[in-house]
C-alpha cells in the first residue's frame, strides 16, 4: 500500500549551533583579555601614583632645602675681604649620628665602622653604644665615608644635613672674624658682633681688610717672635683719613675651622683687647697737647733739666744719660727725653692733658665694630700721676687706640672711628685739634727715624716717608714692675701727606745676639746682635721688614685713598 502522504524528515545540522559555541567562546577569551589589561591598568596607576608622589617629594625636598638656606637658625652670609676675597662662608655638610635604640647588633655595626673609620677610638664609640640614646659618629663626613655607611642599610645610622661655616684663610683672620658654635650662633669676633646681620643679609659682608697685607704682616710677626723670643706681638695698618683697617693681626691666633674653646689669656686679641702700659709713644700725646693748647712751639727751649727728679718718693730718669740739659720742645720728643717730657706736662697742666687724652679717645673703652676691647685701666690725676702719665708711664690703653690718636694728631686733627667694616657712605669729618698740630708734628716724627739722634733709624725706608715715635715699658704685675717688657712703635708713612698708621708691639721680647741688622742709611754697615731690649731694636726692625715688604702693594693699589 502506497502512502502518499508526504513524510517531513528533520535532520540535526551538526553545525547548526556552531555560531553560539563560538560566540561564547569568543566572551570568555575577551573577558579574560579584559581582566588582565584591567590589572595591568591598575598596576600602570598604581605606578603612576608612586612617580608622581616621589616627584612631588623631590620637590617638597628642594623648597626644604631652600628654607634651610633662608633659616635663620642655619643661614649665615658670607664674609669677604675688601677684594672680594672669602674669609668665612658657608657650605653644606652632612653628620653622621647613631640612634642606639635602633641598633640590631652591635659587635656587627662596630665590625662595619671600623671597616670605614679605621682610626676612631671605637672604645669609646662602644662606651657610647652603652650609655647614650644618641651620638655623633662624624661630623662633616667625606662623600667617600657617606656612601659607604649608607650602604650598611642600618636602621640606627642617621644622617643630617646641616649648613656648616669655613674658613678658607684658617688663622689669618682669626681675631677678627672670630667663631660660632654648634648651634650657628657667634662667639667671638665678627661673627658675635654681627650675629643678627649675618643670619639675615643675603648678599655677602664686605670688610676693609685686604688679604694680601695681612699675610705679609702676620709672616714677619711669626719670624721676629721667634727672633725676639716674644710670648705675642700685634699690629694694626689703617688709613689715617678715614679709619679702615687694611690689617689686624694679633699672635699667637687660631684655626677657627677646629671650633676649639680658647681659655688660654696668652690667645687674647692684643691690637683690641691688650690693655698695656706703651711707655714713650705717650710723649706725642704730651707735645701734641700742648702744640694744641698753643702754649710752647717746637722750637720753645728748656734749660737746666735735671736728670733725675723725685716725686712722691718715685724717681723719674732718663733712660739716656747721654740726653743734654738743654733741649727744646721738638728735641725732648726727638731724643725721647723723660724729664723734658714731664716739664711739658707741668705747663700744660693736668685737666687740660686729661681733657686731651680723652679728646683723642686713649683713657676710656672704644667703640668697635668687635666686642672684644679692652678698657684702659682708670687713672688717678694729680700731680705726680700727671708727670708719669707725660712719659707713658702708669697710664694704659690698647694698640688700636694708639692707633686712633696718632691718626688725628697727623690728619689735621680730624675724628676717626676705625673699621672693620667697607662703608660707602662719606662721613662728615668733624675737626677736634687745631690745623697747627699736625703741620709741626710730622717733621719731628719724621726725624725720630732720619737722625742720628731719633731712636728709630731701622724704619727709614726708603722712599716712604716714614715718622714714628717708640715705646719701652715694664710690665706690672700686681702694682709692681718686672724686667719683661712691652716694646712698641707707630709708624706714620708718607709724613709729607699721611695716609698710614702702623701701630706695632712685641710682648716680652728678648734680644737675639745671632741677629744682624742692616742699617738703611746707605752705609751698607751691618751689626750683629741685639745691643738693648728697647723698641729701637725690636719694634722698629720690625716695622721696617714689613714696610719693605707690604709698600710696593700700598703704594700701587691704595695711592689715591681719601
Not at 665615608?145 to 642617621?158: C, P, R, T
Not at 718718693?313 to 725732648?332: H, M, N, V
Request: glycine fraction near 6%; aromatic fraction near 10%; include cysteine.
Amino acid at each position: 500500500m502506497n502512502n502518499k502522504n508526504p513524510k517531513i524528515i528533520i535532520e540535526e545540522d551538526p553545525n547548526a549551533f556552531l555560531f553560539e559555541k563560538n560566540q561564547s567562546k569568543l566572551k570568555i577569551s575577551f573577558n579574560r583579555i579584559s581582566f588582565i589589561f584591567f590589572i595591568f591598568f591598575i598596576i600602570f596607576i598604581i605606578y603612576s601614583i608612586h612617580l608622581l608622589h616621589l616627584g612631588s617629594r623631590s620637590a617638597k625636598a628642594k623648597l626644604t632645602d631652600t628654607s634651610i638656606l633662608s633659616s635663620d637658625n642655619l643661614y649665615r652670609a658670607d664674609i669677604i675681604d675688601r677684594n672680594g676675597r672669602y674669609l668665612s662662608k658657608t657650605v653644606s655638610s652632612i653628620d653622621i649620628g647613631i640612634s642606639t635604640k635602633k641598633v640590631i647588633d652591635k659587635k656587627r655595626l662596630i665590625i662595619n665602622l671600623k671597616y670605614i673609620f679605621p682610626d676612631k677610638d671605637f672604645k669609646k664609640i662602644k662606651s657610647q653604644l652603652e650609655s647614650k640614646n644618641f651620638f655623633y659618629l662624624e661630623k662633616k663626613i667625606s662623600e667617600e665615608n657617606y656612601e659607604k655607611i649608607m650602604k650598611l642599610g642600618d636602621k640606627s645610622i642617621q644622617p643630617e644635613e646641616k649648613l656648616t661655616r669655613i674658613y678658607p684663610e684658617k688663622n689669618l683672620f682669626s681675631h677678627i672674624i672670630g667663631q660660632i658654635d654648634d648651634n650657628n650662633n657667634g662667639i667671638s669676633g665678627l661673627e658675635k658682633s654681627l650675629d643678627i646681620d649675618l643670619k639675615n643679609i643675603k648678599k655677602p659682608i664686605k670688610l676693609t681688610v685686604d688679604k694680601d697685607i695681612q699675610y705679609l704682616i702676620r709672616t714677619e710677626l711669626i719670624k721676629f717672635n721667634q727672633i725676639f723670643n716674644t710670648i705675642g706681638s700685634a699690629a694694626i695698618l689703617m688709613n689715617v683719613n678715614n679709619g679702615e683697617i687694611l690689617s689686624l693681626v694679633s699672635l699667637p691666633d687660631f684655626n677657627p675651622n677646629k671650633r676649639e674653646k680658647i681659655i688660654d689669656s696668652n690667645y687674647i686679641n692684643r691690637v683690641t683687647k691688650g690693655v698695656y702700659e706703651f711707655g714713650s709713644v705717650f710723649k706725642t700725646f704730651t707735645l701734641a697737647a700742648a702744640l694744641n693748647e698753643k702754649i710752647i712751639q717746637p722750637e720753645t727751649e728748656f734749660n737746666d733739666l735735671p736728670k733725675m727728679l723725685n716725686c712722691a718718693g718715685f724717681q723719674i730718669r732718663e733712660y739716656d744719660k747721654k740726653i743734654p740739659s738743654d733741649l727744646t720742645a721738638e728735641q725732648i720728643l726727638v731724643r725721647s727725653g723723660n724729664i723734658g717730657s714731664v716739664r711739658i706736662a707741668q705747663q700744660l697742666g693736668e685737666e687740660k692733658f686729661k681733657l686731651f687724652l680723652s679728646k683723642i679717645g686713649v683713657v676710656e673703652q672704644i667703640n668697635f665694630d668687635i666686642e672684644e676691647t679692652g678698657t684702659p685701666i682708670k687713672f688717678n690725676w694729680g700731680k705726680c700721676p700727671l708727670a708719669t702719665a707725660s712719659f707713658g708711664h702708669g697710664i694704659t690703653t690698647t694698640l688700636l687706640q694708639l692707633a686712633k690718636a696718632y691718626s688725628i694728631i697727623v690728619n689735621g686733627g680730624y675724628d676717626i672711628n676705625p673699621s672693620l667694616l667697607m662703608n660707602s657712605k662719606k662721613e662728615k669729618k668733624e675737626k677736634i685739634l687745631d690745623d697747627e698740630v699736625s703741620r709741626k708734628i710730622l717733621p719731628i716724627l719724621r726725624k725720630i727715624v732720619t737722625t742720628k739722634e731719633g731712636t728709630a733709624s731701622l724704619a727709614n725706608v726708603n722712599g716712604y716717608e716714614v715718622g714714628g715715635k717708640t715705646g719701652t715699658a715694664e710690665k706690672s704685675f700686681k702694682g709692681s714692675y718686672s724686667k719683661k717688657k712691652i716694646n712698641s712703635f707707630v709708624a706714620i708713612f708718607p709724613t709729607s701727606k699721611p695716609r698710614f698708621v702702623l701701630a706695632l708691639m712685641l710682648d716680652e721680647p728678648k734680644t737675639n745676639e745671632n741677629y744682624i741688622y742692616h742699617y738703611r742709611d746707605g752705609s751698607n754697615i751691618k751689626y750683629k746682635g741685639t745691643p738693648f731690649n728697647t723698641a729701637g731694636w725690636t719694634t722698629v726692625e720690625v716695622t721696617g721688614q714689613i714696610l719693605e715688604k707690604i709698600g710696593p702693594i700700598l703704594a700701587t693699589k691704595y695711592s689715591e685713598v681719601n
